[in-house]
């Protein structure tokens, strides 16, 4: 069964610091993995993705993950957060279907 | 911008109303998807159609009942909702794999913000 947590229901950091969102995963055969970001009132957007490539993975507005297969994590980060970047983190793994973590709401302090 | 488009953006309705959400997308994908989104919580998948077929139907009641015109158009018709129903409706699409499924990230719609009464 695939499935997918993402630790901390909620994260505070100062405008500047960096950013460290958790995502883990489990799955059987090897995943497609997806961070997606959700303004208040929005749809989901894509901020990266890794597909078996390299384990680093660059997205957009600064944000990275890298994939580690032996602890079967995918956690997002970025070095120096922006208010902007306040909203709410999803994780998500692709075996055929997609499966949503439960979201982490990043509040980002001036 | 995005290139899922959905409408209306919001919606209320009463119990008996009958309504549809709409949701367009031009990039040529095979798939597209209904999710629920209630507050604070993740996406929750209601139905996938792939190639103009309905190929996933999540236990969804009949009172919701999807329509795919075309490979660009998607619709959910709405009928005796209830108050529970209300939600963020997110319409997707992905490429699909010669077996149907998606191991592509989805494109997301805006949203259509239904409220019923």
């Known amino acids: 069964a695939q499935s997918v947590t993402q630790l901390g229901s909620h994260v505070s950091v100062s405008e500047g610091a960096l950013v460290l969102l958790r995502c883990n995963y489990s799955?059987?055969?090897?995943?497609?993995l997806f961070w997606y970001v959700q303004y208040p009132n929005q749809g989901l957007q894509l901020l990266l993705k890794?597909?078996?490539?390299?384990?680093l993975v660059k997205g957009i507005n600064g944000f990275e993950a890298e994939f580690k297969k032996s602890e079967t994590s995918f956690h997002l980060t970025k070095p120096s957060a922006h208010m902007r970047d306040a909203a709410e983190y999803f994780c998500?793994?692709?075996?055929?279907?997609?499966?949503f973590g439960s979201g982490t709401k990043l509040n980002v302090k001036p | 911008d995005t290139e899922v488009t959905q409408t209306p953006k919001h919606l209320v309705m009463g119990m008996t109303n009958k309504k549809s959400l709409k949701c367009e997308q031009h990039?040529?994908?095979?798939?597209m998807y209904w999710y629920k989104q209630k507050a604070k919580k993740p996406p929750e998948l209601m139905f996938v159609?792939?190639?103009?077929?309905?190929?996933i139907n999540e236990s969804v009641p009949s009172r919701f009942s999807p329509e795919c015109p075309n490979s660009s158009l998607l619709n959910l018709h709405l009928h005796a909702l209830q108050p529970e129903d209300s939600a963020l409706y997110l319409c997707?699409?992905?490429?699909?794999?010669?077996?149907?499924?998606?191991?592509?990230?989805?494109?997301f719609g805006e949203g259509s913000r239904l409220t019923v009464l």
């Open positions: 890794y597909t078996s490539a390299a384990t």
């Open positions: 799955s059987s055969v090897p995943p497609y």
């Open positions: 159609y792939s190639y103009e077929k309905l190929s």
């Open positions: 997707a699409s992905s490429q699909t794999t010669s077996g149907g499924f998606n191991t592509g990230e989805l494109f």
């Open positions: 998500a793994v692709s075996v055929n279907k997609f499966y």
């Open positions: 990039m040529g994908h095979r798939a």
